[in-house]
């Protein structure tokens, strides 16, 4: 069975501090990978999306960035975090046939102070 | 661009009556809707999907109805229960650019016992 892992679960960084969020997907191969990021009690923005391994594209212009370095591993990073950047970060996965279920990592609750 | 509008963005209701969110999608070529419940401080989970070749899906008190014509689609949920207090999110996948899935604003249901 599939399974999707990201680390770490909770983190508190100061402004200016860098960022790197680690997803793992096991049990399937050349899965679409996606990061989503929630504001407190609001909806599932897409950050960035990524089809094989060195493809990203971004769907909103911010300070982040994110990196396929292996065909089921996504990182997103950030080289200066800024306050608006805390909020409860998601990667996600779906099979790369079209109509397929997304299946959510366990995410990452990101504080910046 | 794709957009997936979603009403109410709160409900609340008494214990044992139904409740109905709707959603409406703007991509004609869309074919996979799935709803998600998201409990406070976890990860969104499918609850129940429909694909464009179906008007209507059923699993126990949850329905999910399907109007392609007016790109329409509603969850209902009877004999609600405490538990299913949480966040819904409604999506459609998106065939414009890639197959990614574009989710709707969410529902934050309360249900009073």
């Known amino acids: 069975s599939q399974t999707i892992h990201q680390w770490p679960a909770t983190l508190v960084q100061p402004v200016g501090s860098p960022l790197s969020l680690e997803c793992t997907v096991e049990?399937?191969?050349?899965?679409?990978l996606y990061w989503y990021r929630q504001a407190a009690g609001r909806g599932l923005q897409l950050l960035f999306y990524?089809?094989?391994?060195?493809?990203i594209s971004s769907e909103v212009p911010q300070n982040l960035s994110a990196s396929r370095p292996q065909d089921r591993q996504f990182i997103l990073s950030s080289k200066k975090l800024l306050l608006s950047d805390s909020g409860f970060y998601l990667c996600?996965?779906?099979?790369?046939?079209?109509?397929?279920?997304?299946?959510f990592g366990e995410g990452s609750w990101l504080t910046v102070v | 661009g794709e957009n997936v509008e979603q009403h109410p963005s709160t409900l609340s209701v008494q214990e044992g009556d139904s409740a109905v969110i709707k959603c409406t999608y703007s991509d004609s070529a869309s074919n996979y809707f799935p709803w998600y419940k998201q409990e406070l401080g976890k990860r969104p989970q499918l609850i129940i999907d429909i694909r464009s070749n179906v008007g209507e899906k059923k699993d126990q008190r949850i329905a999910v109805t399907l109007n392609k014509t007016a790109k329409h689609f509603s969850l209902h949920i009877t004999e609600t229960q405490p538990e299913d207090s949480a966040v819904y999110f409604c999506a459609a996948n998106s065939k414009t650019s890639y197959d990614k899935v574009i989710f709707g604003p969410g529902t934050s249901l309360s249900v009073i016992p």
């Open positions: 049990g399937t191969s050349n899965p679409n």
């Open positions: 990524s089809v094989g391994i060195g493809q």
């Open positions: 996600a996965w779906t099979r790369t046939s079209s109509g397929n279920t997304i299946y």
